[in-house]
């Protein structure tokens, strides 16, 4: 049997023979099953929003303990710095003698430096936290507090340095500009608890739960 060139097909001989269309079967759903498929549609769906719920929760509960961490550790870092201030300003020097005054400014310009590293520190800390957009105000307003305590600490630490070179001038003007920042401070400082509160009010208002007021 030989085959024609112009056709696949051997001459002469019984033609190949077409592919039947191909139908696809029909499936025949009944109502029921299409309530069924579009229900378990619907569960999966529902599952998925509220697990993505569940899960942003609970990322911005975690984002808040570690907020809430970070200022904690510095306020107990800068109390112990802040006490130390306290008392070498409230340090009688009339009755010291010279020696003695520039061994005392001396402790205090470094314990004024280490109260500005510390600031540093921590500001740096507070200020990367990634936070819910309800606490941004409080995180602002406490990175303030600390921009505004680093000043503070630099100041008392020009003052001593003031004080070693003799320039009392120049030393009082460091300790009223010292003073002007630590009230910056302060402020903030009532800034962030009016923020924080707003904050925590606003979380319990959307769990449905209520924040005794702040105690007198």
Known sequence: ????????????????????????????????????????????????????????NYTADQQVAAFSSHV??????????????????????????????????????????????VTAY??????????????TGAQSAYVRALDNLNRAFTFWSSAAGA????????ANRNLADADEAWRAYAAAIGDYDRELRAAEEEGAEEAGESIPPPPA
């Open 122 to 135: 921590h500001r740096q800390i507070v200020a990367a936290d990634t936070i819910p957009e309800a606490y």
């Open 72 to 117: 904690a550790a510095s306020e107990a870092d800068l109390f112990l710095v802040s006490g130390k201030i306290t008392v070498h300003m409230r340090t009688p020097t009339n009755d010291l003698s010279v020696a003695e005054c520039d061994a005392h400014m001396r402790e205090f310009a470094a314990i004024a430096r280490y109260g500005r590293d």
């Open 163 to 170: 004080y070693e070179m003799r320039d009392y001038a120049a």
């Open 1 to 56: 049997m030989s085959m024609d060139p112009d056709t696949p097909e051997p001459s002469g001989g019984p033609k190949i023979p077409k592919l039947p269309d191909l139908k696809i079967p029909k499936v025949t759903v009944t109502r029921k099953q299409a309530l069924t498929a579009a229900g378990t549609a619907i569960f999966v769906v529902v599952v998925a929003v509220i697990g993505g719920a569940i899960l942003l």
